[in-house]
């Protein structure tokens, strides 16, 4: 555009000087070889200009024939590329898409158009039409050469990574992605593979320095970066527990101010101010994460926060804590444990019930019964207790790619993953066997003599229509066992005969007879 204008420009001036020369007539005398010529102004500026321009235009044709050579040659030479370009084009695609032969045949072609010096898409067209051929061998040697070069370094080392992964040899992808990340911390993969290894063997203080950089570099949100600097922190903490407590309750106190409602962090920070004796400070952060979500570490080390504090002190703080979260299985579940230690057992009784209610799990019957045996010691009832437990969802647990655990840790043992462990419930178990000589022999109780019956394999099956159940009283005094029948074969245990109660078996509860089917097989 501004070529234009200066062009445009350049002919309005022209015109303006021969318009101007026009109305001022004139005349022009020049003497040369003894000759004179006499013109006027205006064919002197026009003959001026023809004689500018004519050799302008001798110079461009002398300058152009000069060239010619250059010229041609450039001609190819850009033909030449342009053909290799595309070459190299149509293999990406084809490479892309999974043609392997295609993208080796556009791969030679595009070699003997443009030199790999030039183009460096040509070594990594090469590297990944051996993947495709199932050359992995040679893709790797493809690999390693391009560490030589600056700039395909990352894309080796990348390359190099992947193969390394697909064969399972996580140290080596983990030493390719620490070199890729000293040249270049801003790659995602090279980073993430960098922290797992870091964690691995508890290098915290090089973890953190790398999830700093990644948010510096904008790699990760500033909401994951806090999460994972907590989970870090809290790792830290726990390590330096023992070793270095002033270090470890500065790391827990940082790592709470990132992450207040993470009830690991909320416990660690706790702990290690309680360990200095301000029990303000520590039951306030206990009672902040106990707001966002009730968990029984908190509760515990929240009861106990005094080390000489009476029964009914812990109590009282017990009861103190599920104020902060009203109508909460977890709240309930920590009144009812610290009543059971005070021996409150119709408080204890009451609050494990109401956790019940409230989410019926494994955990709050196992409490009821030990509530049961501490104050009456009926053991029917204990028994009763227990199987409802069995029969009960689990309790939530730390969970991480299938492994349970009773304590969080800020790594997966599986994968490596940072911040892996949640708070759930484990999946629901498909069928439990319990023996009863497990624990040890029970008390003996009086039996009406039983014939033997030869030991058979016993399929459990949900939903399998049953025969006709038969009942059964084992030695340890457990009754309701229903077994399914095979089909074409019955055993009659006692026939003719009833086999009475057992003297501490206060029999099925009504609520429970209610939720038997004959479809279901239960054993317990």
């Known amino acids: 555009m501004i070529r234009i204008l200066v062009f445009l420009a350049v002919v309005f001036a022209l015109g303006l000087g021969f318009a101007w020369l026009a109305d001022r007539p004139g005349e022009m005398l020049v003497t040369f070889n003894g000759y004179q010529y006499q013109v006027t102004l205006m064919v002197a500026a026009v003959a001026i200009v023809a004689v500018v321009a004519a050799v302008m235009i001798v110079w461009w044709m002398i300058k152009s024939l000069w060239n010619s050579p250059y010229t041609i040659s450039r001609y190819f030479r850009v033909r030449r590329r342009d053909r290799g370009y595309q070459a190299l084009s149509t293999g990406m695609i084809a490479a892309g898409a999974g043609d392997g032969a295609l993208a080796r045949k556009k791969t030679k072609e595009a070699a003997k158009l443009i030199s790999s010096d030039q183009e460096p898409l040509i070594n990594l067209l090469d590297a990944q039409a051996s993947l495709l051929e199932g050359d992995h061998q040679g893709a790797r040697q493809k690999f390693e050469r391009m560490l030589d070069d600056p700039e395909m370094r990352l894309l080796g080392l990348r390359g190099l990574y992947l193969e390394a992964e697909r064969l399972g040899d996580r140290n080596a992808a983990r030493h390719y992605a620490g070199r890729a990340a000293a040249v270049a911390p801003q790659l995602a993969w090279a980073a993430e593979s960098t922290l797992e290894e870091l964690t691995e063997r508890g290098d915290w203080d090089g973890a953190l320095k790398l999830v700093e950089a990644q948010k510096s570099t904008r790699q990760i949100e500033r909401d994951v970066a806090n999460r994972r600097r907590a989970v870090l922190l809290t790792a830290k903490a726990q390590a330096l527990v023992d070793s270095d407590p002033s270090a470890a309750r500065t790391a827990a106190l940082e790592a709470n101010k990132l992450a207040p409602d993470f009830a690991p962090t909320a416990v660690i920070a706790a702990d290690m101010v309680f360990r200095q004796n301000d029990v303000r400070k520590g039951s306030k952060i206990l009672e902040a994460a106990w707001k966002a979500e009730p968990h029984p ?228």
Do not use: C
């Open 297 to 524: 570490d908190i509760a515990e080390l929240y009861t106990h926060a005094r080390s000489g504090d009476a029964v009914l002190d812990r109590l009282n703080r017990a009861k103190k804590l599920q104020e902060w979260k009203k109508n909460h299985a977890e709240s309930s579940m920590a009144v009812a444990r610290a009543a059971l230690d005070a021996q409150d057992f119709s408080t204890a009784r009451r609050e494990a019930e109401a956790a019940i209610r409230m989410d019926r799990r494994e955990g709050a019957y196992l409490l009821l019964a030990d509530i049961e045996e501490a104050e009456t010691g009926d053991q029917g009832k204990v028994r009763q207790l227990l199987s409802k437990a069995v029969r009960a969802p689990r309790d939530p647990a730390w969970v991480a790619d299938g492994v349970i655990s009773e304590r969080w840790a800020p790594v997966s043992p599986i994968t490596g993953k940072l911040d892996a462990f949640t708070w759930r419930a484990p999946m629901e178990r498909l069928g439990q066997l319990i023996d009863s000589d497990a624990d040890g022999p029970l008390p003996a109780i009086a039996a009406p003599p039983v014939e033997p019956i030869a030991e058979k394999a016993i399929d459990i099956v949900a939903d399998a229509p049953a025969e006709k159940p038969a009942q059964a009283t084992s030695n340890g005094g457990e009754k309701d066992m229903a077994v399914a029948e095979p089909a074409g074969e019955t055993e009659t245990i006692g026939q003719g005969s009833e086999l009475p109660p057992l003297p501490d078996d206060p029999g099925v509860a009504p609520e429970d007879e209610a939720e038997k089917s004959p479809r279901r097989f239960r054993l317990f």
